[in-house]
């Protein structure tokens, strides 16, 4: 596999992004490289999202033909927002593998970017309660992903949906492949 641009291009142009977004950071491509070793994307997706029948999948990419690029189903709630966070389950997991305790985990998920970077300890804090106190909805999701990164250092990256990072592109492309397996 190759791509379009060079590792160190990046086609989403950062001045047009919005440098006070209310997910958390938005994605300087500037900052990160592509073939970065210490970066993986993630992406989900649900095909018949929320109707019978739903199929979810989920990406990981490395970078190019990386051995821990990943295309691939899971069991559990059908969801496209069930499906990213999979999907940073398996990013995480695939970085202890490699011995990684310091990695960039880039998505254009703000529920994972906001809930890791904003929310997880004041849901902790108030017994798993959103600021309405409701019922945190993936509570079971994100104590997974706190629980395995707690010696790790991660920084969760918002990448806008659509701004043809390449990395975000193949985890889409990834994601989607694995909805059409049965």
């Not at 929310?119 to 309405?132: C, F, H, V």
């Not at 949906?161 to 592109?169: D, F, L, R, W």
């Given at each position: 596999m190759s791509w379009k641009y060079p590792p160190n291009s990046y086609y989403y142009d950062c001045q047009s992004g919005s440098s006070g977004s209310q997910y958390g950071q938005p994605y300087q491509g500037s900052e990160i490289c592509f073939?970065?070793?210490?970066?993986?994307?993630?992406?989900?997706?649900?095909k018949n999202n929320g109707r019978e029948g739903a199929q979810g999948g989920i990406g990981t990419c490395w970078g190019p033909n990386h051995k821990f690029n990943t295309s691939s189903t899971f069991s559990g709630r059908q969801t496209n927002q069930s499906a990213s966070l999979e999907a940073a389950t398996k990013g995480i997991e695939q970085a202890k593998a490699q011995n990684k305790d310091k990695i960039t985990v880039c998505t254009d998920n703000q529920l994972i970017t906001q809930g890791m970077n904003e929310?997880?300890?004041?849901?902790?804090?108030?017994?798993?309660?959103?600021?309405?106190n409701k019922d945190v909805v993936h509570k079971e999701q994100f104590a997974k992903l706190d629980s395995m990164t707690r010696d790790m250092n991660v920084e969760?990256?918002?990448?806008?949906?659509?701004?043809?990072?390449?990395?975000?592109?193949?985890a889409r492309r990834l994601a989607k492949d694995a909805t059409r397996r049965k």
């Open positions: 073939t970065d070793p210490e970066t993986v994307y993630i992406k989900g997706a649900c929310w997880i300890d004041k849901w902790k804090a108030n017994d798993w309660k959103t600021s309405k969760w990256k918002y990448v806008p949906a659509g701004s043809k990072v390449e990395g975000n592109t193949e």
